[in-house]
T-cell receptor, first 112, second 112 residues
Framework: NAGVTQTPKFQVLKTGQSMTLQCAQDMNHNSMYWYRQDPGMGLRLIYYSASEGTTDKGEVPNGYNVSRLNKREFSLRLESAAPSQTSVYFC???????????FGQGTRLTVV | QKEVEQNSGPLSVPEGAIASLNCTYSDRGSQSFFWYRQYSGKSPELIMFIYSNGDKEDGRFTAQLNKASQYVSLLIRDSQPSDSATYLCAVRSGGSNYKLTFGKGTLLTVNP
């Protein structure tokens, strides 16, 4: 049972390049989340999807777009990467509002 | 005001002592509250969740919730060096909004 799987695990981008971070969960969860984590900043919510077909902005959505492709998959796209987007990105999922969120292993992204 | 605030730390306690971690939140409609532990370079993992006012105990861990004061805490009894990690408080919004917001985290070091 894989849980939450993120790809890639590491990525280096040049400023202005685009890329999509992939996330898939096999737990049949309704809600999915994308966070970024910077030193001393905790986890900051970028976007979330309460259920298939819905997405909402979190705390730091600028420079990102998301797609809830189906119940399993929730992708995060950087259209024009900037050095300020250098961070560790975590995807998470949860069944319903009152249950824990399970996290993927993270994607370490460096924009140069 | 940030939605979820934690005492900044770092917190250092001797082995066997009680470690106390605190968290306040701004949204009075928040429904559920979580404590996650994150080891360096790893993903967050759930320690405890609490929904109702009062205390909830699980082994060496006790979560305390006071909705009137918008305050949630985590006590770790008989602290062990293996408890050394960053502890993240997370709060889920109420109603149909499933946003899960994290604090910045508190770094705990347990000294042998």
């Amino acid at each position: 049972n894989a849980g939450v799987t993120q790809t890639p695990k590491f990525q280096v981008l040049k400023t202005g390049q685009s890329m999509t971070l992939q996330c898939a969960q096999d737990m049949n969860h309704n809600s999915m989340y994308w966070y970024r984590q910077d030193p001393g900043m905790g986890l900051r919510l970028i976007y979330y999807s309460a259920s298939e077909g819905t997405t909402d902005k979190g705390e730091v959505p600028n420079g990102y777009n998301v797609s809830r492709l189906n119940k399993r998959e929730f992708s995060l796209r950087l259209e024009s990467a900037a050095p300020s987007q250098t961070s560790v990105y975590f995807c998470a999922s949860s069944e319903v509002w009152d249950t824990e969120a399970f996290f993927g292993q993270g994607t370490r992204l460096t924009v140069v | 005001q940030k939605e979820v605030e934690q005492n900044s730390g770092p917190l250092s306690v001797p082995e066997g002592a009680i470690a106390s971690l605190n968290c306040t939140y701004s949204d009075r409609g928040s429904q559920s509250f979580f404590w996650y532990r994150q080891y360096s370079g790893k993903s967050p993992e759930l320690i405890m969740f609490i929904y109702s006012n009062g205390d909830k105990e699980d082994g060496r861990f006790t979560a305390q919730l006071n909705k009137a004061s918008q305050y949630v805490s985590l006590l770790i009894r008989d602290s062990q060096p293996s408890d050394s990690a960053t502890y993240l408080c997370a709060v889920r919004s109420g109603g149909s909004n499933y946003k899960l917001t994290f604090g910045k985290g508190t770094l705990l070091t347990v000294n042998p």
